[in-house]
C-alpha cells in the first residue's frame, strides 16, 4: 500500500496503485452472473429425490459468481481480498456448498421453489455488481479516523493485554474469578457453562457483550508479530492470551463467530504482506482449511462438549462440510412467503436495527421479525438461517432481494477505500473485521449487526487510547 503523504500529494496515484494490485472487473461479473444464473434455472431437472440432482445447477451457479473474482486474481492474488469480491463469492459458501457436496435432496419442495432459490441468488449478487459499477458512498468519518490511527509493537501490545482484560471478564465474572472452573467449563457443552446465556438477556447481556473485545485479539496478535519482525517476549505472550481467547469463544459453538475472528487474521496477514508468493498463497489456503476443520469440529461437539472428543470411538454426525441447511431454507421460506404469509416490510429490518439496545431499557422490543421459519413449518425448540437473501426476501420478495444486494454491494464499495490507506495504520485491522463481518452478514441481516460489534469495540477503545490526528506514538 502507498503511503498516505504520497496519495495527498498525487490522488491519481492511488487509483493507479489499486487498478494494479486489486484488479475487478464488474461488467464481467455481471455478465457472467446472470449467465450462471440462467444456466442454473434451465439445468434443474424435474426430478430432485436424489442428493446429486442440483448438482449440475449448483456448479453453474457457482462459475457463473467465480468467474470475474477468479479472472482477476489472475492478474493480483491479493484482489481475492477485496471485499466486493468477497460478497460475490459469499453465496457458494452461504448457500451452494450443500449442493456442491450432494448433502441432501429437496424432494418435498416444487421445481418452482428451486428456481426461485437460483434466481434470488443471482438477483442479489448482479445488484452487487451494479454498485461496483457505482461510484462509492463515503467513508463514515468515525471509520475513518479509527483506521488512520499510527500503530508500533508497542502500541499494539498494550491493546492485546486492554482487549483480553475486558473479554475475559465475561467469562471470569460468572465463574468468581476461579480460573480452574473456567478450565473446568471449558470442555463442557455449549449451554452448560456459567456464561451462557438465554434468548432474552437482562442486565447480565452488558457483561456477555465484552467478548466482542475479544475478536480482535488474533488479528492485533497477526500484527504484532508482522511489525516485531522477530520473535520477542510480548509476541509469545499475545499468541497464548489470543489462543485462550479462542479457546473460549469456541466453547459457545457459535462456528461463524471463530471463522470471523481468525478469518480476519489471515485477511490482515495477507494485507500487511509487501509481495504476495506462492509460499504466502500455500499458507492463505492451508490456514483456511485449517479453520473450516476447526469449525466443524465444533459442530460435531459443541451440544455434547470438548470433552466428548476425547472418545476414540465417537462417530461423527456429518460426513460433509456442514453449513447451516440455507439452500433448502430459502427455498421453503420461498414457498411459504407470500402464498402463505404475507411480507413483513419494515419489521424485519426494525428487529434487526433495534438489536444493540438492552432489553432492560425495552422490555417489548421485538423478538422476531414478523415471519419465523420453523413455526411455519411447525417445529418448535430450533432456530432456523435461510441467508440475508431470505432477509430481504420476506420484507418485499425480488425487489426487496435486489435492495439487499444494493444495500451490501454499497457496504462493501465504502468499506473498500480503506485498502489505499497507510499501511503504518490500523487500516488493515479495520479493513479485515470489516471484511468478515460482510461475509458472516450473508447468514443474516442480524449476524451483521452482531459482528460489527467488534469494530466498534475498536473504534471506542482506539478513540481512548490511541495518538489522536497530529500527536506521533513515541512508543
Not at 432456530?383 to 426487496?400: E, K
Request: include cysteine; hydrophobic fraction near 50%.
Amino acid at each position: 500500500m502507498i503511503p498516505t503523504d504520497i496519495a495527498r500529494i498525487s490522488p491519481k496515484i492511488d487509483f493507479i496503485w489499486l487498478k494494479q494490485e486489486y484488479p475487478i472487473y464488474p461488467t464481467l461479473g455481471l455478465i457472467s452472473t446472470i449467465i450462471g444464473t440462467l444456466s442454473a434455472l434451465f439445468i434443474i431437472p424435474q426430478n430432485t429425490t436424489t442428493p446429486d440432482a442440483l448438482f449440475p445447477s449448483a456448479v453453474a451457479m457457482t462459475l457463473g459468481l467465480a468467474i470475474a473474482p477468479l479472472a482477476a486474481t489472475m492478474r493480483s492474488p491479493r484482489t481475492l481480498l477485496r471485499i466486493e469480491h468477497i460478497l460475490a463469492l459469499s453465496p457458494i459458501y452461504w448457500l451452494l456448498l450443500d449442493l456442491l457436496q450432494q448433502a441432501y435432496t429437496l424432494e418435498s419442495l416444487h421445481t418452482s421453489s428451486i428456481a426461485g432459490t437460483f434466481f434470488s441468488i443471482g438477483l442479489f449478487t448482479s445488484a452487487v455488481w451494479l454498485t461496483v459499477l457505482m461510484r462509492p458512498p463515503s467513508l463514515p468519518k468515525p471509520l475513518a479516523n479509527a483506521a488512520n490511527h499510527p500503530l508500533t509493537p508497542r502500541t499494539i501490545f498494550k491493546l492485546i493485554l486492554v482487549f483480553f482484560g475486558l473479554a475475559i471478564l465475561k467469562f471470569a465474572y460468572p465463574c468468581n474469578f476461579n480460573p480452574v472452573e473456567m478450565i473446568i467449563h471449558l470442555g463442557s457443552d455449549r449451554w452448560s457453562a456459567p456464561w451462557a446465556r438465554g434468548d432474552l438477556g437482562g442486565w447480565n447481556s452488558f457483561i456477555d457483550h465484552l467478548d466482542y473485545f475479544g475478536y480482535l485479539l488474533p488479528t492485533l496478535t497477526t500484527m504484532l508479530a508482522i511489525r516485531s519482525r522477530r520473535i520477542t517476549i510480548p509476541v509469545v505472550m499475545a499468541i497464548a492470551l489470543s489462543g485462550i481467547m479462542t479457546a473460549f469463544l469456541a466453547q459457545s459453538g457459535g462456528r461463524r463467530i471463530i471463522g470471523v475472528v481468525l478469518g480476519a487474521a489471515i485477511i490482515c496477514w495477507v494485507l500487511e504482506q509487501h509481495k504476495i508468493k506462492l509460499q504466502q498463497i500455500i499458507i492463505s489456503v492451508v490456514s483456511v482449511a485449517l479453520i473450516l476443520g476447526m469449525m466443524q469440529w465444533m459442530l460435531e461437539f459443541r451440544n455434547t462438549g470438548f470433552q466428548e472428543a476425547l472418545q476414540r470411538d465417537k462417530e461423527f454426525q456429518y460426513s460433509y462440510l456442514h453449513v447451516d441447511d440455507n439452500f433448502l431454507r430459502l427455498a421453503q421460506t420461498i414457498t411459504l412467503v407470500p402464498n402463505h404469509y404475507p411480507y413483513v416490510f419494515h419489521q424485519q429490518i426494525i428487529f434487526t436495527l433495534v438489536r444493540p439496545i438492552p432489553r432492560v431499557f425495552w422490555p417489548d422490543k421485538p423478538v422476531d421479525p414478523g415471519f419465523d421459519l420453523p413455526t411455519a413449518l411447525g417445529v418448535e425448540g430450533i432456530s432456523y438461517s435461510y441467508s440475508v437473501i431470505g432477509d430481504w426476501y420476506i420484507c418485499a420478495g425480488w425487489i426487496g432481494v435486489f435492495f439487499g444486494g444494493l444495500i451490501y454491494g454499497g457496504l462493501a464499495r465504502m468499506v473498500g477505500q480503506l485498502l489505499i490507506r497507510n499501511t503504518q495504520s490500523s487500516n488493515a485491522i479495520v479493513y479485515s473485521l470489516c471484511a468478515m463481518a460482510l461475509f458472516a452478514g450473508f447468514r443474516s441481516m442480524l449476524e451483521l449487526i452482531l459482528m460489527s460489534y467488534a469494530i466498534l469495540a475498536w473504534m471506542f477503545i482506539s478513540w481512548l487510547m490511541l495518538p489522536k490526528k497530529g500527536i506521533r506514538d513515541k512508543g
